[in-house]
């Protein structure tokens, strides 16, 4: 099924879309929530949680891509979670390190909280990525979106870990450029 046919489901208020959305996108959700949480049941309560979410937000949202709007749902669910179950352990595993990381660039400044302007932080940002090599994009959102670790990076691109390292660090500055002279024009 379309992902307009399922959206027109929740706009109809048939409660088919979340069974059909679950049947499409239900593997892809799982494996975020798993690779952020690393725990089968907190994942597929996540991933439950998103569907309950989706069905709340459609309408009004009226997304133009169900899989990327329900991948960002779980993916949100999960950070929460993984925060929430983790706060004593701050700066173990990846989670943490990827947040670290990008903490950086995403201060204060940019008032990403705000939920009027998150439209436009997440337009700003994939207009970077659009922009960037593939291979460096595919890293950069394998490891802040799926939360890959450095190593899971380097073998999937037959790379060194301080390529990576390397990479990240560069596509970092250049997004904090960006932002530093985009997001206060927004």
Request: hydrophobic share 35%.
């Amino acid at each position: 099924m379309q992902d307009s046919q399922i959206i027109s489901l929740y706009v109809a208020r048939n409660e088919n879309a979340i069974t059909k959305t679950a049947e499409k996108y239900g593997d892809y959700c799982t494996s975020i929530a798993l690779n952020i949480l690393q725990n089968m049941q907190d994942a597929e309560e996540c991933v439950n949680d998103t569907w309950l979410r989706t069905w709340n937000s459609i309408p009004p949202a009226s997304p133009s891509s169900l899989g990327s709007y329900v991948g960002r749902i779980t993916r949100n669910l999960a950070f929460d979670r993984y925060k929430n179950s983790h706060r004593q352990k701050r700066g173990n595993g990846q989670i943490p390190l990827a947040l670290e990381e990008l903490e950086e660039i995403t201060a204060s400044d940019y008032d990403v909280q705000n939920a009027w302007r998150e439209a436009e932080f997440m337009d700003l940002i994939n207009r970077f990525l659009r922009k960037l090599p593939e291979r460096q994009r595919n890293i950069f959102i394998r490891r802040y979106f799926y939360t890959d670790s450095v190593s899971d990076i380097a073998k999937r691109y037959g790379i060194s870990q301080a390529n990576v390292l390397k990479i990240l660090s560069g596509v970092r500055l250049r997004l904090k450029d960006t932002l530093d002279k985009e997001w206060n024009n927004v």
